[in-house]
């Protein structure tokens, strides 16, 4: 199983009008137990990283994959190989400088729709209301195909300072979240501002 570019660039596009079908969905709510000390531990290690407004500590193992700066948006990834290099776990921030308070469900929506477009069999969680960074966010998880290859993500979205929207995203090949998507989703909701 590899993961196509396809896979790695299913994040961006334009919205459309059609919504992504409601449906089972892995309900992901964050990593085992048993995986939480050993990744904290290590984490307090590491150096965080300043994309836009955020801070952020890579989990170990992920090495970053590309940064796109774009008109008002910046776009950071990191991915993290299996030992046999047969898939990788995408860990993607997206930082929109929208210059205005905006609305994080509105952007759940529209990073949902853009994910729906370029995946067959596609299917969402309910988003559920959190907080990153101490700010209320939402978060969905979603399972789809590319390519006939199953594919399972997480999404977040956080307004952060009535002036950006950001955009998180962990993904990987397979039905069910791997170990590399819990260790980005522990990343991603132990975000800090900058």
Wanted: net charge positive; no cysteine.
């Amino acid at each position: 199983m590899v993961l196509t570019a396809a896979a790695t660039a299913a994040v961006g596009g334009e919205s459309t009008s059609a919504a992504p079908a409601t449906v089972a969905a892995p309900a992901v709510s964050a990593a085992p137990a048993a995986n939480a000390a050993p990744l904290a531990a290590a984490a307090a290690s590491r150096a965080a990283v300043t994309v836009g407004p955020i801070l952020i500590t890579v989990p170990d193992g992920f090495q970053a994959a590309q940064t796109q700066r774009r008109k008002k948006s910046l776009i950071t990834a990191w991915t993290h190989s299996v030992k046999s290099g047969a898939s990788k776990t995408l860990l993607q921030i997206e930082v929109l400088e929208t210059g205005k308070a905006e609305s994080a469900e509105r952007h759940l929506h529209l990073a949902l729709e853009a994910i729906a477009r370029r995946r067959s069999n596609f299917s969402v969680s309910p988003p559920a209301h959190i907080q990153l960074a101490g700010v209320p966010a939402l978060r969905a998880s979603w399972n789809g195909s590319i390519g006939g290859y199953a594919v399972v993500g997480v999404v977040y979205t956080v307004a952060i300072k009535d002036r950006y929207v950001v955009k998180l995203l962990t993904q990987d090949l397979g039905n069910t979240p791997t170990d590399g998507i819990f260790a980005a989703m522990q990343a991603i909701e132990a975000i800090r501002m900058s």
